[in-house]
Every structure is written in structure tokens, then in C-alpha cells.
């Protein structure tokens, strides 16, 4: 996998190389198996330091979500408004990815199914995923 652009925390470094090759992974301790969500040097489950990151499928379901309609950042104003979602993965159980959503939010509802679309600022290392309701990927 790529490096993650250099000015990403460094624990974050799996999760941007998988984008960087259109895909999701998450760290998941060797030790016991779970996944878990924020990257952190040990497990929260047993506390082992046998740490990797594991690529996922990629759909999700909605678990919970809101609709932004005021930009707290200028840089956002034109995409108003958005959709901030909490993810689930059922290959990844206990992980809960905050991401946006590209639908009408009066389409939504909790527990859809969601699949990543991965932009295309990969050559720039600035790639991201949104999440789009499944069959509209």
C-alpha cells in the first residue's frame, strides 16, 4: 500500500494507504481478532500490542446520521447541504466509520445498506470515500 499524505496522524496511516487503493481496511488485533475504531497502539478489548490493519468489503449500513445545512467551515458552503453518517460493517463488527453520504435524506433510513465510492484524488494523496446507498455506487 502507499503512504498516507504526510500531514495525517500517523495511526491513521492504514486507513489512508487502503483508500489510496480504493479500499477500506480498519485495525483489527491479532490477538483476539476484534476490529475497533479510533486507531490505537493497543487493543481496548484485551490490550494486546499485536495491531494490523484489515481490509473490509466495504458495505455498511446506516446506523445513524444528520443532515448539515450550516458550513462551520467556509470551504463547505457550496456542498451544503451534506449528510454526516455513522457506518456500520458487518465484516468489521464494532466499528462505526463517521462519513458523509451522497443521497436525499429523505431516502434514508437507519440500518440501509451503504457502499463506498472512493474519490479520485488518489494521484494527490488526498483520497476519501462517501457512502452512497447501495445499488447507486
Not at 36 to 42: D, F, I, S, V
Amino acid at each position: 500500500m502507499s503512504d498516507a499524505p504526510s500531514t495525517l496522524a500517523p495511526e491513521f496511516a492504514g486507513f489512508f494507504a487502503a483508500l489510496q487503493e480504493r479500499a477500506l481496511a480498519f485495525p483489527c488485533c491479532d490477538a483476539c481478532g476484534h476490529f475497533h475504531w479510533y486507531p490505537m497502539k493497543a487493543c481496548p478489548h484485551c490490550r494486546s500490542s499485536a495491531i494490523s490493519w484489515r481490509r473490509i468489503a466495504g458495505t455498511g449500513s446506516l446506523y445513524s446520521w444528520t443532515t448539515v445545512r450550516h458550513a462551520f467551515d467556509p470551504a463547505w458552503r457550496d456542498r451544503l447541504p451534506y449528510i454526516v453518517a455513522l457506518v456500520e460493517f458487518p465484516d468489521a463488527p464494532g466499528v462505526r466509520l463517521i462519513a458523509n453520504v451522497a443521497a436525499d435524506p429523505e431516502a434514508l433510513a437507519i440500518g440501509m445498506a451503504v457502499t463506498p465510492r472512493f474519490d479520485d484524488g488518489v494521484a494527490t494523496g488526498k483520497s476519501g470515500v462517501t457512502f452512497v446507498p447501495a445499488g447507486n455506487a
